[in-house]
């Protein structure tokens, strides 16, 4: 399948492209608040004023968004990081990092190495000393998070990102290692 990517750093140019693949790659989970396109679209507000945001999004043959990513820079005292805990003090917290904060692909796409392409190109050219994100260890059966682990993350702790969330996983690795 041929896919082509495209980097922005503006939300107001990824948000129709990067709501529409949501909605075909959470669709089983929309029902649910977290999920819901309005809570994505509270997310996408929020993080795309953030410094350092920026989105990868892929498009296939046919001009459609069949994957993204999306993330920004946090710092030290950033939710992110007191969400995980407060006695959490480690490298990882001292230094600029990406919170990556999402990441899909289409069903069609799966296993097809989009994910990683998608990934890799958000990580691509950032000055961050790291990357982190959180994941459902219960996602895919615990799939998931050995996909993340096989990019080269580590289990940092569990964490509660939200009321109505699942505990998730906090991974991290070093942007360029």
């Keep these: 399948m041929t896919t082509r990517l495209r980097r922005l750093t503006d939300v107001r140019q990824a948000r129709g492209p990067l709501v529409e693949a949501y909605a ?3 669709a ?3 029902h649910l608040p977290n999920y819901s396109l309005r809570a994505l679209a509270e997310r996408l507000e929020r993080y795309g004023q ?3 945001f920026a989105a990868v999004l892929a498009f296939d043959a046919g001009d459609r968004p069949v994957g993204y990513a999306y993330g920004n820079t946090v710092e030290a005292g950033d939710l992110w990081w007191t969400r995980i805990g407060d006695d959490l003090d480690t490298e990882y917290t001292r230094a600029p990092t990406l919170a990556l904060r999402e990441i899909g692909v289409t069903v069609a796409h799966r296993g097809t190495g989009l994910a ?3 990934h890799d190109e958000l990580l ?3 000055t961050d ?3 982190s994100l959180m994941v459902n260890p219960a996602a895919g059966g615990g799939k998931v998070q050995r996909v993340y ?3 080269g993350y580590k289990a940092i702790g569990p964490v509660r990102p939200a009321p109505d969330s699942p505990v998730l996983t906090a991974m991290v ?3 360029h290692p």
């Design 24 to 26: 075909d790659v959470r």
């Design 50 to 52: 953030t410094p350092g």
């Design 116 to 118: 990683r392409r998608v």
């Design 173 to 175: 690795r070093p942007l």
């Design 129 to 131: 000393r790291y990357a």
């Design 124 to 126: 691509a050219g950032r």
């Design 149 to 151: 682990e096989a990019w």
């Design 28 to 30: 089983p989970l929309l």
